[in-house]
């Protein structure tokens, strides 16, 4: 809001090629959202772990397992994360692990959104008696604690079973929140006139669903998305942290779960356990703030509120309810 | 009236899902885990309870499906959620029986703290926007995604190891005389004022965020704009009119976040060593208890649907349309 407010004097201003230019730029959804700040954020965020993930496990000065002398060291150059009570170097293990942490999430974030998909198109297309069971199948799933499920499942499995099991068993319990958002959302899609308008034109409902739901969906879609992958990569890491799951596998719960298990909190030994977990919140931050940017993108009431405080103080004005909004809508004409 | 009957009908469909999720799993597992268990108590264990461990895992392959599951809701019916192979031959309905109140009480109180601070900070940032609060939402989205458990390590590792204020695990002073007694209840806050702070912590920005949004949506309704137009103070405004509205999203999508809570709260237990159902299912897992993980599962499910419909009763309460009989 603060932009377009700055970007109506521009206008006003610049000549009119420019003009075209930059109201072009205005309405390119994608522009709009790289601009929102919180989206940018999460995006670099986001970006920078991907490449982790993809370097991280080639730049690893060390084989993670490998034991060495070096017991329990502070960090140095040789080691920039110090060293484990064993040895092994803690930087190795964090770099190594980053694959494991983005690929189990991705992998369980699109089965489990593939899955709300399918469930919440079906379920708001054919209402009656399909609609009533799938979604009481959601909200049972909802209801359900997910990581105590979670631990039973992958308890279950002879060794914890690998990566892949993993992030299935993950996607089971992490599909239900994202299948009751996009069935709300092509509920309301349903009854709106260009959908009805195409229907009328005897569409199959197959092509009514790619051509004109679908696509209005997209933004729900990719923040549902995002939001399991967040969810599946904390569930990921809660299960290599009590010891179940991939134990083979090198994940940053799985170097919480050795740090915790080798007493590094009682000898002091912070650089153990501070970067995996550091890393975990860092990226679910991000991760949070670009499914913020996207509500603030679908629904723009959600966008921080209108002028900066300097400005409104410029003016005279004290932030409040109702004042703010009718200086907004005035704002732009 | 009616409502919180559609609802109990819900928590009565989640509960059988649940049970019959705990029914299907092992027997969807090949190589009989429990069996190898059996084998290894063999001996130790009574006819009965290894009865009631074969109706429990399905290792009786010459009933049908169908009459297991029978037997197995009547043995449920009984109480009866077998034997705990890490603390033999304790029950597992004892096992649990015993730390459950150390949950209930813990992760109860925090919870409802948590939503407590959660909401109020979100009411004022929802009222106020673009003002401090506003900054807040990055930093509390850096804290809401913070995994309890390391939130819990970062804990003891700063009040516990280095400053030495509070205990590092337990829940209570292991010389004190468990009962209704001051020293023992003292000792007991004192060792949960940590893992209480962990699960508020995390816990509040969630609250925060989704009752700031609701807020800002609340806002732009005109029934708020017509209270200030009425000359309303802002207080009352705020308030009486909008997070009173604002509030019942929060409230019905307490059973959501609650599951996720009791999970975080579960792996905080853990990190604690606190003496709760969470280190239970800890240590069940470690062992490979299998009648024990299914038994933690069942009950910790069950307390969620408690709790929820105790929120739903509160829903009622907050939201007036509820109770008309249309």
């Known amino acids: ?333 | 009236m009616k409502y919180i009957l559609r609802r109990i009908f819900f928590y009565a469909i989640t509960a059988w899902a649940a049970i019959t999720i705990n029914f299907i799993l092992p027997r969807l597992i090949p190589g009989d885990p429990v069996q190898s268990l059996l084998n290894r108590f063999k001996g130790q264990i009574s006819d009965e309870a290894a009865q009631s461990l074969y109706v429990l895992f399905g290792l009786d392959t010459s009933k049908s499906l169908w009459d297991q599951y029978i037997e197995y809701w009547g043995q449920l019916f009984r109480g009866d959620l077998g034997l705990s192979f890490t603390f033999f031959p304790t029950p597992v309905s004892e096992v649990i029986g015993q730390s459950l109140p150390w949950t209930v009480v813990l992760v109860g109180v925090s919870t409802v703290i948590g939503f407590i601070l959660g909401t109020v900070a979100g009411v004022l940032a929802g009222w106020r926007r673009g003002g401090w609060a506003e900054r807040l939402i990055p930093v509390t989205s850096f804290f809401s995604s913070i995994p309890y458990f390391w939130l819990a390590l970062l804990m003891i590792a700063i009040f516990a190891v280095n400053l030495g204020w509070f205990p590092d695990s337990g829940g209570y002073d292991i010389f004190t005389d468990p009962g209704w007694n001051w020293p023992f209840i003292a000792s007991a806050i004192y060792h949960g004022i940590l893992p209480a702070l962990t699960i508020v912590i995390s816990s509040f920005a969630g609250w925060m965020l989704g009752m700031r949004n609701m807020m800002v949506t609340v806002t732009n309704e005109d029934y708020v704009v017509v209270a200030h137009a009425k000359g309303l103070d802002e207080r009352q405004v705020n308030f009486a009119y909008a997070a009173r509205n604002a509030i019942l999203p929060s409230v019905s999508g307490f059973a959501l976040s609650l599951g996720f809570i009791v999970g975080g709260s579960l792996l905080t237990e853990m990190v604690f060593s606190y003496p709760g159902i969470g280190f239970v299912m800890f240590q069940a897992v470690q062992a490979k208890d299998y009648p024990l993980m299914q038994g933690v599962f069942l009950v910790i499910t069950f307390a969620v649907l408690v709790a929820n419909l105790i929120a739903d009763m509160a829903y009622v309460f907050l939201d007036p349309r509820t109770r008309s009989e249309v």
């Open chain 1, 1 to 333: 809001m603060t932009d377009i407010a700055s970007e109506t004097d521009v206008l006003l201003q610049a000549d009119p090629r420019d003009q075209d230019r930059a109201a072009q730029k205005r309405h390119s959804p994608i522009a709009g959202f790289w601009r929102t700040p919180k989206s940018r954020v999460g995006l670099i965020i986001l970006a920078f772990f991907v490449l982790l993930a993809i370097f991280g496990p080639l730049l690893a000065p060390y084989d993670p397992n490998a034991l060495s002398d070096d017991l329990l060291q502070p960090p140095s150059w040789d080691h920039l994360f110090g060293t484990t009570q064993t040895g092994q170097d803690v930087f190795s293990q964090f770099m190594v692990g980053a694959r494991s942490v983005m690929v189990v999430g991705t992998i369980a974030g699109l089965v489990a959104t593939v899955i709300s998909v399918i469930v919440g198109i079906n379920a708001a297309l054919f209402p009656g008696i399909a609609d009533e069971l799938l979604s009481a199948l959601a909200n049972v799933f909802l209801v359900i604690p997910a990581l105590p499920l979670i631990i039973l499942i992958a308890g279950f499995i002879p060794s914890g079973g690998g990566w892949i099991t993993v992030a299935l068993v993950i996607s089971v319990t992490a599909w239900a929140w994202g299948s009751r958002v996009i069935r709300a959302q092509t509920l309301s899609l349903r009854n709106r006139d260009f959908v009805q308008a195409a229907r009328a034109t005897g569409k199959s409902t197959w092509s009514l669903i790619t051509v004109e739901i679908l696509p209005n969906l997209v933004p729900i879609i990719a923040g549902s998305l995002v939001g399991t992958i967040n969810f599946a990569i904390l569930s990921q890491v809660s299960l290599s942290f009590i010891g179940i799951g991939s134990s083979n596998d090198w994940n940053w719960g799985t170097i919480l779960f050795w740090a915790q298990g080798q007493q590094a909190l009682a000898q002091g030994a912070w650089w153990w356990f501070i970067p995996p977990g550091l890393a975990i919140a860092v990226l679910g931050m991000g991760l949070t703030l670009i499914t913020l940017g996207i509500d603030e993108f679908v629904n723009p009431k959600l966008r921080p509120g209108g002028l900066d405080k300097k400005a409104l103080k410029r003016a005279g004005v004290r932030s409040r309810v109702g004042y703010t909004a009718v200086l907004l809508e005035e704002e732009p004409s």
